[in-house]
């Protein structure tokens, strides 16, 4: 099953994708659950489908992030192993867990425009193609062996980064406002398969600039989940990116930074492709 946040009737909503369309949540469930993430905290994700109307256009949509208003964004740093962008040159693998978090803000949904940086900021405007795993069943001090079993699903991320701003501190060079993107939508774990064997590949202007797969994460997301939930309870809705392979534009020799009208698009196989244009300054 596929499952997506979007416009209907100009107003937030969210249903299900299938090749017909999109299908919106009828209204009473909207009314009862606003948002996909109301609805998953309280109702089983297989009853979606049943409480759909007709199918929508995709290409009439106004997408928005999946889960527009996640209770927490969680991101592994360091997690492939590359040259780190902001110094250029290559780090050992990290002995734990690295983490940060992003704010709702910060990112848009499929198709909408990223917000191209102002000032100097605009001069180190960075790409991160990544795997997303969503949360479905909550859990605390969850074991690495069950923790595959409280994802709900899988989705692809842009996680914009401004490069020049990380030296400053990582949370200001990953909280720029619009500077990144997930979605279309989230494809439940039945259908997505193993994370591991998940291709992934970023393209700017159609050059391929990333290119790997799950299987290359130096911590593999039921680690990741462990961790985290050894720090605080993870919800339903809550969302895990997993970190970015080589291939960024900080990690090349010329830098190849973000521009206005570049296109960006992330593609997780199994999963879908998102893709976003940078808008001007």
Not at 24 to 30: E, G, V
Not at 66 to 95: F, H, Q, S, W
Not at 103 to 109: D, E, R
Not at 112 to 129: I, K, V, W, Y
Request: proline content about 9%.
């Amino acid at each position: 099953m596929r499952l997506a946040s979007f416009l209907v009737d100009g107003a937030p909503g969210y249903g299900v994708i299938t090749e017909a369309g999109a299908h919106p949540a009828l209204p009473a469930l909207r009314a009862a659950c606003p948002t996909l993430r109301d609805y998953l905290r309280t109702r089983p994700v297989a009853d979606l489908s049943g409480q759909c109307g007709a199918a929508l256009p995709l290409d009439s949509l106004v997408w928005l992030p999946p889960i527009p208003e996640p209770g927490k964004i969680l991101c592994a740093g360091m997690n492939y192993r590359k040259p780190y962008p902001v110094d250029g040159v290559p780090t050992p693998d990290p002995g734990h867990v690295v983490l940060f978090s992003r704010h709702p803000q910060t990112l848009v949904g499929h198709g909408a425009p990223l917000e191209m940086p102002q000032g100097s900021a605009a001069e180190s405007f960075d790409f991160e193609g990544e795997i997303v795993a969503v949360i479905g069943r909550p859990g605390r001090h969850i074991a690495p062996e069950a923790a595959l079993g409280h994802v709900l699903g899988y989705s692809a991320m842009n996680e914009g980064s401004v490069r020049g701003w990380m030296k400053h501190s990582v949370h200001a060079g990953k909280n720029f406002h619009a500077s990144g993107s997930w979605g279309p939508w989230i494809t439940t774990a039945d259908e997505a398969g193993d994370i591991a064997g998940m291709s992934l590949q970023t393209r700017v202007n159609g050059t391929l600039m990333q290119s790997d797969s799950g299987a290359g994460m130096i911590f593999g997301l039921a680690e990741l989940i462990a961790y985290i939930s050894h720090i605080q309870p993870l919800e339903a809705g809550d969302i895990i990116a997993t970190g970015s392979p080589d291939g960024t534009g900080g990690s090349r020799t010329p830098p190849a930074f973000l521009r206005p009208g570049d296109r960006v698009a992330v593609t997780v196989g199994g999963v879908g492709t998102l893709e976003n244009s940078v808008g001007a300054s």
